[in-house]
């Protein structure tokens, strides 16, 4: 018994079923297109606000708003900015104990 291979339908589909065929795989082609170009510009648009928070974010990284900028004459970066309070030891006491003082007699 031999097997015959047929790609067609016995019978080929009438002009009428082509031309709806066709009429359809176009109208599919189109969709397609379409709905790709929705997706392609949705994701861009997502990209386009990631970039754009990854870039100010960069811009104001370490900065402090009225801050100086890094590369003006105001920045020296050999400079350290911050608070102290001065700790003096009392005499009379040992080295290790020093305390806090704010007006020299051992009062905080």
Do not use: C
């Not at 900065?63 to 970066?77: Q, V």
């Not at 009392?90 to 020093?98: F, L, Q």
């Amino acid at each position: 018994m031999q097997y015959q291979y047929r790609y067609l339908p016995p019978n080929p589909p009438g002009p009428v079923a082509r031309a709806l065929a066709v009429a359809a795989a176009i109208i599919m082609l189109v969709s397609a297109a379409f709905i790709g170009f929705f997706v392609l510009a949705v994701l861009l648009g997502v990209a386009a606000v990631i970039a754009m928070v990854f870039w100010l974010r960069f811009l104001f990284q370490g900065r402090r708003p009225g801050a100086p900028k890094p590369g003006s004459p105001d920045h020296d970066p050999s400079v350290v900015e911050g608070e102290f309070e001065v700790i003096r030891k009392e005499e009379g006491r040992p080295a290790g104990d020093a305390r806090r003082t704010t007006n020299g007699k051992g009062a905080p």
